[in-house]
């Protein structure tokens, strides 16, 4: 059965199995980002959106663990290369990413170019397996990059297995910001591009999310024929045209 639309976890937020401190823990953790990679205990406080001594608490603990890293001089904390545990513990125990590998790997060095592996998350798509262009890198994009499905090629391509009235509520209820000039916000021509991948089997974006990027992606499906990931390989939109 696919799995539902933009599903939320602060629904599951009053269940008495719903552990809060473990909660904040996460909030803790993924406050910091490229915006903030350092931060101080009032900072941790107003990112969380907790007290300044729970920031304290949260804070000390995680360095403790080894998640947080402090400067002895500045008292600012970040992350520490721990937290790459869990995601790799996740890679090394995908069945998909691991049977698609060969495949990637093997698309890469016939085309030359880019290829992904991408799969949902909420109302995102996060890239999780990537085998990078040795003639021309477009951008940095690491594995574990998470891209709204709006103006993904791999997103319009998951959300074409759904129903119009899906993807219509969907793509409404989605937060859709222009990230190049280029970038299709407009709901009712976002509509109309997911039906077409939903017609052509394929999907592609130029400079939806990244300037000079043209990117085509096509579905991974499971026994049931639903789309659980989806494969995209990414161009140059200066090099190569939709055509090519």
């Known amino acids: 059965e696919r799995s539902p639309l933009l599903t939320t976890p602060e629904a599951n937020a009053s269940s008495s199995l719903y552990v809060q401190s473990l909660a904040t823990v996460l909030s803790v953790l993924q406050a910091f980002g490229?915006?903030?990679?350092?931060?101080s205990l009032p900072?941790?406080?107003?990112?969380?959106?907790?007290?300044?001594?729970a920031a304290q608490r949260f804070a000390y603990t995680l360095e403790a663990l080894?998640?947080?890293?402090?400067?002895?001089?500045?008292?600012?904390?970040?992350l520490s290369s721990l937290n790459l545990e869990p995601g790799y513990q996740y890679l090394?125990?995908?069945?998909?990413?691991?049977?698609?590998?060969?495949?990637?790997?093997?698309?890469?060095?016939?085309?030359?170019?880019?290829?992904?592996?991408?799969?949902?998350s909420g109302n995102l798509m996060v890239y999780i397996g990537r085998f990078s262009s040795m003639v021309r890198l477009i951008m940095h994009m690491p594995v574990g990059q998470?891209?709204?499905?709006?103006?993904?090629?791999?997103?319009?391509m998951y959300l074409s297995q759904f129903s119009d009235d899906e993807i219509h509520?969907?793509?409404?209820?989605?937060?859709?910001?222009?990230?190049?000039?280029q970038t299709e916000t407009d709901l009712d021509a976002l509509c109309q591009l997911?039906?077409?991948?939903?017609?052509d089997g394929f999907s592609y974006c130029v400079d939806q999310y990244y300037a000079g990027d043209l990117a085509l992606a096509v579905p991974v499906t499971d026994s049931h024929g639903a789309t659980i990931a989806c494969i995209n390989l990414s161009v140059s939109s200066l090099k190569w045209t939709s055509q090519q």
């Not at 900072?43 to 959106?49: F, L, N, P, T, V």
């Open 66 to 78: 080894g998640f947080l890293s402090k400067d002895p001089v500045s008292k600012r904390y970040s």
């Open 194 to 199: 997911v039906q077409k991948a939903r017609s």
């Open 92 to 120: 090394q125990c995908h069945p998909v990413l691991e049977r698609a590998n060969p495949y990637l790997l093997d698309l890469n060095q016939r085309s030359g170019e880019t290829v992904n592996l991408a799969e949902p």
């Open 34 to 39: 490229s915006d903030k990679p350092s931060m």
């Open 43 to 53: 900072e941790i406080a107003a990112a969380a959106g907790i007290s300044k001594s």
């Open 169 to 181: 509520a969907f793509l409404s209820s989605t937060q859709r910001v222009r990230y190049t000039p």
């Open 146 to 156: 998470r891209i709204p499905m709006y103006c993904s090629s791999t997103g319009r």
